[in-house]
Every structure is written in C-alpha cells, then in structure tokens.
C-alpha cells in the first residue's frame, strides 16, 4: 500500500489507509471517547446532572398532581400536531420519558452510551474477523476504546477507516453537546419600547448571560444597562402579557418552571387569563401563571 493517499484527508499515507495525523487524530478521538463515556455512563442512571438546565427543577416539582382537580383533567393531552398517530406517538414518548425519569433514568444518555457500545463492537468485531485478532473483553466502552487504541495500526489498515473516523467524531460531538448543554440565555423582560402605533412592543428580551447590552428582536431598541432594565420590568412582572414560548421561559428565568402541558390545562380550565392580538396569537398573564406556580407549591409543602 505505498504511496496511497489517506481516505480521510487526501494527504500521503506510507502503509495505510490513514496518514500518521489522522492516526493521531483518531488515537485523542478514543481517548477522549473513553473519558466522556463516563460521564455519560453517570449521567444515564441520573448520577450526574447535564448543563444548567438540567438543574432546574428536579422530576417530582415537574409532575406533582395539582390537588384541586379532577383525576381526568391530569391525563396528558395530545400534543398539537395535525397527524393524530404522530401526536399519540409523542404522547407516549414522552410518558416513557417521564417514567424513566421517575427513577433516575436519563433516556437520551442512555440511548447514546447503547448506541456508542454498539458502533465499536462492530468495529472490532469487523478487525477481528478479517485480521485473525481474539478480543476478550466485557464490553464496556472504556475497554473498547482501549483495544481500538491498542490495535490502531489494523483499523487504519481498514478501507473504511474513514467511516470510523467520521463515526468517532459524530459520537464525541452528541456526547459533549448532551453534556455541556449551553448555558441558557438570561431572560430580562418584555420590550418596553413604544412603536409607532402607541402600542409596547412586549417582544422577550434575552441576552447572553455575561451581556451588558441586548437589542429588541421586535423593534430593534438597544439597551444598555440590562441590571437596571430588569429591576424596572420585574417591578410590574405581574402585569405581563407574553406568548406561550415567553412565558414558559419567564417562568423558568424567575425560578417558576412549567412545562407547555401544565400550561395548556391552565388555560383549557380557565385559571389563567388570555387575549388575542389582532394578527390571531394569543397572550397570557403572567401574574396569573405565576400565582398557579405557587399554589402548586403550597399544596405540595402542606402534603408533605
């Protein structure tokens, strides 16, 4: 194999089908796989949490029955979507979410660590096969990383190794976005610019959480002091009107987490106020949300 070029970058490779950096590349790649394999490992069976949202609110604040009504009003609601299987489907999904959440089972952790095992057994499976090498092992990723490590010189011999690389790198990226989740943007408050027509914007204003300055996706103002905006605009946080998505994520700014079903029951038993804008979306209130929040939490606390 002299000569031939690397598949994976075009560059010379002298006897295989890897050049001497992508050996290297692909060598830190299964380290680093076999280090944030454990931290997946952990964050599967809920012994670590992920990223800051992850923390907000832990599973039983999130699905604690609401005390004051009926049993049937508790059932999930069909997510909206215009194909009824599909919505039944992302009902049950989500209610098997719930359920593995409910002990400490983190689905999508888990479903990658499976997924990861997986694609390196086969790997080496494949080497074994076709280079005559035994492999004894139990299976864990860290021990897989370590064969691959070990015999690297017959996975670059592969005429896929490419697609191992490719692979490798697919897997640490799902892993390190599923671990560092981003840190969620800080939520200041509703635009108080005045338009044109004399109406407020209201458009959310988000912000990097080490900004100083955020402008109006709405209206396109620009503000300077975020600090002294928010203390303004938390002064009259109960006269808010904000769409769904805004709310929810106000809620969960100001440390009232809801989830999108909790606030379609809300508004299907009328306990929080609407209204309409004239192009057809329509607003909730924020005090309204906000005292639902708390007397859920008061429940909660006298039922302990």
């Known amino acids: 194999m002299s000569g031939i070029e ?9 006897s295989a089908f890897l050049c001497s950096r992508c050996i290297g590349r692909t060598r830190r790649g299964l380290r680093d796989l076999a280090g944030l394999a454990t931290h997946l490992a952990e964050a599967a069976v809920g012994q670590t949490r992920l990223g800051d949202i992850g923390r ?12 004051e009504a009926s049993l049937a009003s508790q059932i999930e609601l069909l997510p909206e979507c215009d194909d009824l299987d599909e919505a039944r489907r992302r009902r049950e999904q989500g209610a098997l979410r ?9 689905e999508r952790a888990s479903s990658l660590h499976s997924d990861i095992a997986n ?28 064969w691959l490590h070990l015999h690297i010189d ?15 790198d697919e897997h640490l990226g799902h892993i390190r976005r599923l671990i560092n989740r981003p840190e969620p943007p800080r939520f200041i408050g509703p635009c108080p610019a005045v338009k044109a027509d004399g109406a407020r914007c209201g458009t959310a204003l988000q912000a990097p959480r080490r900004a100083t300055t955020a402008t109006c996706p709405g209206c396109s103002t620009t503000y300077d002091d975020l600090d002294r905006l928010g203390l ?15 709310l929810i994520m106000a809620l969960h700014a100001l440390g ?5 079903t909790r606030l ?26 906000r005292r639902m929040v708390e007397r859920a939490i008061l429940s909660r606390n006298s039922s302990a």
């Open 6 to 14: 690397c598949v994976r970058c075009g560059a010379k490779a002298n």
């Open 56 to 67: 907000h609110t832990p599973y039983r604040s999130r699905h604690e029955l609401d005390g």
């Open 98 to 106: 719930k359920l593995l959440a409910a002990g400490g089972v983190n």
């Open 119 to 146: 694609m390196l057994t086969t790997w080496i499976r494949d080497l074994c096969e076709t280079r005559g090498i035994d492999w004894t092992g139990t299976g864990r990723v860290g021990e897989l990383c370590a």
């Open 154 to 168: 017959a996975l670059a011999g592969h005429e896929a190794a490419d697609e191992f690389c490719d692979e490798l």
């Open 232 to 246: 303004e605009l938390l002064a009259g946080v109960d006269d808010w009107w904000l769409c769904r998505q805004d």
């Open 256 to 260: 009232h987490p809801v989830t999108e």
């Open 264 to 289: 379609r029951q809300w508004r299907h038993r009328r306990r929080i106020r609407e209204r309409v804008l004239p192009d057809g979306t329509p607003e909730y209130h924020f005090g309204d949300a």
